[in-house]
């Protein structure tokens, strides 16, 4: 157990940042209880290691990391599938009327990112939504930054191909940032928090 100090600057921490670790989570597993579990399981990590996690130079992406290898090691041992007791499918509730054109395009984005491997849907949320440079998310995947260059972009023609089936693809052009319009210009996505 560490020291009473340190408790209580790691109580203060994990308040703090429970809620981002809790939509980071449910941007990768689109599962509440689950992001829940993964939150918890973060921080029960991080308690573990606050001593040294105190020195970290980023302790958010420390905390990150933490997160995502612990979404990427459940994802390995399936132990999160579960049978269905029914023998018919379960309906999908149609979504509210009130929430327009906005609440729909937010559920086929979290929809569409459900279709992507593992890896590929933590690259997507890192850049798209943490807002992590191509060398920030490869040092929270422990990868290469040409890695995470290639994912994003398998990750985001995978992603057009699911929002927008119809559109024509040139097999020939090299995937295409749609975070960047021009050289130099960077063009931030529009996600908003509370349509996650």
Known sequence: ????????????????????LRRIAYLLCQDWHRADDLTQSALARLYRYWRRAQGVEN??????????????????????????????????????????????????????????PPRRRATVVLRYYCDYSVEQAAQVLGCSTGTVKSQTAKALAQLRDVLDPSAPTDEGAPARDPGVSEPGFRVQPSVSEGTL
Do not use: C
Request: no cysteine; glycine share 6%; hydrophobic share 50%.
């Open 1 to 20: 157990m560490i020291g009473t100090d340190d408790d209580q600057t790691y109580a203060q921490y994990a308040a703090g940042a429970i809620p981002r």
């Open 59 to 116: 302790l958010d992406a420390y905390v990150g990391t933490i997160l995502l290898n612990v979404f990427l090691a459940e994802q390995r041992t399936h132990w999160w599938k579960a049978t269905s007791v029914s023998a018919e499918p379960r309906e999908l509730a149609a979504p509210a009327a009130s929430g327009g054109a906005a609440l729909d395009q937010a559920l086929d984005l979290r929809a569409a990112l459900m279709t992507l």
